[in-house]
């Protein structure tokens, strides 16, 4: 089996605090995820360093966007053109599919949060065409967003036809991989079958130590909008991860059979 983050922030989201490098050296170096999704607020500016870097820390990225429709959050995945904001879920999930990506609702009904309900999700699904872009629901955020609400949204997403996902909203490093997917394979593209096949399962973890987000959080936002990045890195050149040799012996004993 294999795990991803689906939703992670970069410092090209106006509210986050790590630089791509950073996220990807910690990744690497403190998670067990295979894959993870850049998706920051409505910008893909920073994905073409992130998929570009990926392979010196043995992850693969999927390039993405967290779009913030008129109708609430939405992730977009394997996109490579920007996809505008403020436009209704069904015309953003058109411009989605059109460019061959798909997407997942994210964080829907979080408190606070410009966020999807699930009756809009479910009557968009009704029109032609959409529901083989819009394939997912982020049916577990790790972020403080309504933590809360957490177990409700994960067991109305049940109902829906959709691939069931779990992702951590990171703004910080030390929250990624809090809230993960699990799917077949190992592989961006084998996790994008699972997606559309609505074959993923939610791993979170079991207590969301709430406040020490807060402790982390609080100081690096502050500092972010004093113009500082707290968690920089300098891209390494010279990584080859034993967890990457770890991850292609898993390839090898890994059969859809089993
Ligand atoms: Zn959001
Ligand atoms: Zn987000």
Not at 9 to 26: E, M, N, P
Not at 107 to 129: E, V, Y
Not at 140 to 150: A, D, E, P, Q, T
Not at 204 to 225: A, S, T
């Amino acid at each position: 089996m294999g795990y991803a983050d689906l939703h992670i922030h970069t410092i090209h989201s106006y509210d986050a605090t790590a630089s791509v490098a950073a996220v990807l050296q910690y990744v690497a170096n403190h998670t067990d995820l295979d894959v993870i999704a850049i998706t920051d607020h409505d910008t893909i500016s920073g994905i073409n360093e992130a998929v570009d870097l990926a392979p010196r820390y043995g992850i693969e990225v999927i390039p993405g966007c967290e779009v913030s429709t008129a109708d609430g959050h939405l992730l977009a995945l394997f996109i490579h053109r920007p996809v505008p904001a403020g436009l209704s879920l069904i015309e953003t999930v058109e411009l989605i599919g059109a460019q061959g990506g798909i997407c997942i609702a994210a964080h829907p009904m979080a408190f606070g949060i410009n966020s999807l309900t699930f009756t809009t999700i479910q009557n968009a699904l009704l029109k032609p065409g959409i529901s083989q872009v819009l394939v997912g629901v982020e049916a577990f955020n790790g972020s403080l967003i309504s933590s809360w609400r957490n177990p409700m949204v994960e067991r109305i997403s049940q109902t829906l036809p959709l691939a069931q996902t779990g992702n951590s909203d990171s703004h910080i490093l030390e929250t990624i991989g809090q809230g993960s997917t699990e799917f077949f394979g190992y592989t961006a593209r084998e996790l994008r079958c699972a997606l559309i096949a609505a074959d993923t399962r939610v791993r979170k973890v079991p207590n969301l130590d709430c406040f020490g987000i807060i402790d982390r959080y609080v100081p690096r936002i502050m500092l972010r909008k004093m113009g500082w990045v707290t968690d920089n890195r300098t891209p390494q050149t010279n990584l080859y991860f034993a967890r990457e040799k770890n991850l292609i012996q898993n390839h090898q004993s890994y059969s859809p059979q089993n």
